[in-house]
Every structure is written in C-alpha cells, then in structure tokens.
C-alpha cells in the first residue's frame, strides 16, 4: 500500500518518489516502511476508488 510521496532517506539524501507499506492497515514505523521510485512499479494490483469523474 501506497502511503506517501516524495520521500527522503536521512541516510543517503536520496528522494524516492513513493513511500509504503506491506500491512493494509498503514505506517507502523520506517521498519515497515519501503520507499521506492516509479520505476520499480512493475504491475498495479488495485487501483483504488475511482468514480465518473477520475
């Protein structure tokens, strides 16, 4: 699950465009944290609510 954007990494000071986390319910702290760049997206499982408009 997707949870954030444009994260930083305190240890490189490099940005990854996507913060998440495997458990559904959410971030339970950045050792369950996985920040990754689009690149590293291979396939989208669920996309999420979209209605009419989006």
Known sequence: MI???????????????????SYFEGNFGSEYRYVFVQSDISEILFGGFEDSEH
């Open 3 to 21: 949870f954030g954007i444009k994260q930083s990494s305190k240890n490189t000071d490099k940005e990854y465009d996507y913060a998440g986390a």
